[in-house]
């Protein structure tokens, strides 16, 4: 066996460790399987035809859109999506303060090379989300794990865990917070602890990675004011996402925060992909500009409302007699099961048997043990009509552990 690759991999590509999701969607794709699995919108509220529309932009500006374009992202693009988010951000901030990325998954990835260093630590909540653990830790971080309750972050608890760390001679260099419809755990940061949060990363120098790709899809209550909006010394870094408000397969996605952090960040796009498809970046435009976005949105909304509504009258039905519990999710993608007593790697092994599938929770804890007993559930992919089929059958996958 040829050892050419083995004796030249990097540090990072001899501990990089696979997505567990990515792997596993790959094994329950069996006829029959009900998947609560995936993260994924459902593809019946793609805007197919609208968004095709805007194919003409391809020969109106074909020239420059089939070029290399600037690695800050599409102009116009930027500049609606800075209106777009005025209410939310607090203001209408400057093209300056905006980076346009390959989802907001590359911007986890630029922020982690403008962070961390090896043997750094992160903030994050307990569970959180798998793909910027995984980055995180590629990049070297370790973590330093928050509960969390239906107000999301347990922020009272960060101060004592910041200072023991710094006593320790940890370095700790970002909180990184999912602030709404938490993917996994469900819940939405409270507006009090928004404000606590900021007020604890001024105090102690620790900038915030708020990640929001799933803010715009609530399903009732009001929107609550980002971190950023709260953050009037330029500390905290705000991520958007395309991807679940419109497709994913845009691959779109923007930062907003203080000039000197979106700049080192386009250093390193530069060097990452020199800059976001233009093409793409132009059609994503032109939908928006006819207010086709702000259309859509209500029809992604209830689309998935009957559908999160349907799955929690299934839990309670089914699951709550075992002792499962959740917070129920206002917004977003997933129900996060806590399961006391129930190990959810065994109880995957049985779901799948029966031909349903959700994500067990250890990938997304930082400490393992956090997870065994959690299960995490996606709504918005499966049709309503299989979700109660889907339900019971965990269900039963429970009585026989249990029996
Ligand atoms: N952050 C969170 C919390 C997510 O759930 C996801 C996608 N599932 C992303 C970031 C990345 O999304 P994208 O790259 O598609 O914008």
């Known amino acids: ?170 370095k700790v260099k970002f909180i990184y917070t999912i602030v709404n419809f938490h993917n996994p755990g469900g819940s939405t940061m409270s507006l009090e602890r928004r404000k606590k949060l900021v007020e604890i990363s001024q105090r102690y120098d620790i900038p915030i990675f708020e990640d929001d790709p799933y803010g715009y899809v609530r399903y009732e209550g009001d929107h609550l004011p980002s971190i950023f909006s709260f953050d009037d010394k330029g500390g905290t870094l705000y991520a958007g996402s395309f991807s679940k408000i419109l497709a994913p397969g845009s691959r779109i996605g923007w930062v907003t925060g203080n000039k000197e952090i979106i700049r080192k960040m386009v250093v390193f796009k530069q060097a990452a992909d020199l800059c976001s498809s233009p093409i793409c970046q132009s059609l994503v435009y032109e939908y928006c500009r006819k207010g086709y976005l702000s259309e859509h949105l209500p029809v992604i909304i209830e689309t998935y409302r009957p559908k999160r509504d349907k799955m929690e009258e299934c839990l309670q039905k089914y699951l709550a007699p075992y002792g499962v519990s959740w917070v129920k999710p206002e917004g977003g993608f997933f129900f996060w099961l806590d399961m006391p007593g129930i190990d959810s790697r065994e109880l995957f092994k049985k779901a799948v048997e029966k031909k349903v599938a959700f994500v067990v929770g250890t990938p997304f804890c930082v400490d393992e043990a956090a997870g065994i007993d959690k299960a995490r559930l996606n709504f918005t992919f499966v049709q309503p009509d299989v979700i109660e089929d889907g339900i019971s059958r965990l269900a039963e996958a429970i009585g026989e552990m249990k029996a």
Do not use: C
């Open 1 to 170: 066996m040829s050892t050419v690759w083995e004796d030249n991999y990097s540090y990072t590509a001899r501990n990089v460790r696979p997505s567990p999701v990515r792997e596993m969607l790959a094994v329950i794709k069996q006829p029959g399987m009900i998947s609560f699995a995936g993260g994924m919108p459902a593809p019946e509220v793609f805007p197919v035809d609208k968004f095709y529309e805007g194919a003409h932009v391809l020969k109106d500006d074909g020239k420059n859109l089939l070029q290399y374009g600037t690695t800050e992202g599409y102009a116009p693009l930027k500049e609606f999506l800075a209106s777009f988010t005025a209410e939310r951000m607090g203001r209408t901030v400057a093209t300056d303060e905006m980076l346009l990325t390959t989802g907001s998954q590359q911007a986890l990835e630029l922020f982690a090379s403008a962070l961390i260093d090896r043997g750094d630590f992160v903030v994050t909540e307990n569970p959180s989300y798998l793909a910027a653990l995984t980055t995180f830790y590629n990049h070297g971080a370790q973590f330093l794990g928050i509960p969390t309750d239906n107000e999301g972050m347990k922020v009272d608890l960060l101060p004592g865990v910041i200072e023991k760390a710094r006593a320790e001679g940890k």
